[in-house]
């Protein structure tokens, strides 16, 4: 297994749109056990492809906290969703940055697992706002650009000169 390493935004990587999985094999599975084990060790609490520069549509939840609740989601579609929650969010690509983000209360998400097996998950709390966090990421979406544009500003100046500082 291996650690792999988080693009830190601002990168245009972070943009970038992920394609769906044509075919679940070694390779994916490969793939999501690495993207776990980046998440357990940074620690979060999801993982999308795109953070790790895999531009497919793939991610990692885990909301316990004995790290023993792995889901995985290969091509997830939101197919219901209801009620709005507010969720203070943070980011492994945005580290030290907490904003409250409007986010559906409950969703139904359907997804094929590791094993190519189509699942559907109703989901609500922090679960359900963790999956369209990380399913925004498969669309190029950082939770930042919900804010206002003056607070974006000042986000990105502040990541940036800490990258300055830090390399
Ligand atoms: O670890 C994470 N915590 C978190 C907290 C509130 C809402 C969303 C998240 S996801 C985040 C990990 C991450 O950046 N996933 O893309
Ligand atoms: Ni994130």
């Known amino acids: 297994m291996a650690i792999l390493k988080i693009l830190q935004y601002p990168d245009e990587r972070l943009h970038k749109i992920a394609k769906a999985v044509v075919r679940v094999d070694e390779t994916t599975r490969k793939l999501v056990r690495n993207m776990a084990e980046t998440m357990y060790s940074a620690p979060g609490v999801g993982l999308a492809a795109t953070q790790v520069d895999v531009h497919e549509r793939i991610i990692v939840v885990d909301v316990s906290e004995t790290h023993d609740q792995l889901k995985v989601f290969i091509n997830p579609e939101i197919i219901a969703s209801s009620g709005v929650s507010q969720c203070e969010e943070g980011c492994l690509s945005v580290p030290g940055i907490y904003e409250t983000v409007n986010r559906a209360e409950r969703i139904t998400v359907r997804a094929v697992n590791e094993n190519g097996a189509t699942f559907t998950l109703n989901a609500e709390g922090l679960l359900a706002v963790?999956?369209?966090?990380?399913?925004?990421?498969?669309?190029?979406?950082?939770?930042?650009e919900y804010l206002s544009p003056l607070k974006q500003t000042r986000i990105r100046a502040k990541l940036k000169k800490r990258l300055r500082e830090t390399m």
């Open 130 to 144: 963790c999956i369209q966090h990380e399913m925004d990421h498969l669309i190029g979406r950082v939770f930042v």
